[in-house]
Nanobody, 116 residues
Framework: QVQLVESGGGLVQPGGSLRLSCTASGRIFRINDMAWYCQAPGKELEIVAAITRGGITTYQDSVQGRFTISRDNAKSTVYLQMNSLKPEDTAVYYC??????????WGKGTLVTVSS
């Protein structure tokens, strides 16, 4: 059995920064793509950023230049560095992993609140 566990959410003022982490554990074998999604109150789930195993990244337009996704394959961990946060970034952020063997999996989410 594999698990994805996120951490790093919390309350931050506008203009501040947060770093989210997500680590996979268990009999992983190999993780292909990883990503971060978010769901704001009253809105649909949407992708924030994604990264291939080789490190190719893509971003939602609204976070380009403010957020950075990265990963450490040896630690089975993906990160999301969020800078210049805005109130509209407030959402539950979910980690996503596409495993070679286990298919896809979502974390349980971590809440990010941007407010003064």
């Amino acid at each position: 059995q594999v698990q994805l566990v996120e951490s790093g959410g919390g309350l931050v003022q506008p203009g501040g920064s947060l770093r989210l982490s997500c680590t996979a554990s268990g009999r992983i074998f190999r993780i292909n793509d990883m990503a971060w999604y978010c769901q704001a109150p009253g809105k649909e789930l949407e992708i924030v950023a994604a990264i291939t195993r080789g490190g190719i990244t893509t971003y939602q337009d609204s976070v380009q230049g403010r957020f950075t996704i990265s990963r450490d394959n040896a630690k089975s961990t993906v990160y999301l560095q969020m800078n210049s946060l805005k109130p509209e970034d407030t959402a539950v952020y979910y980690c996503f992993a596409n495993y070679l063997v286990h298919g896809v999996q979502w974390g349980k989410g971590t809440l990010v609140t941007v407010s003064s």
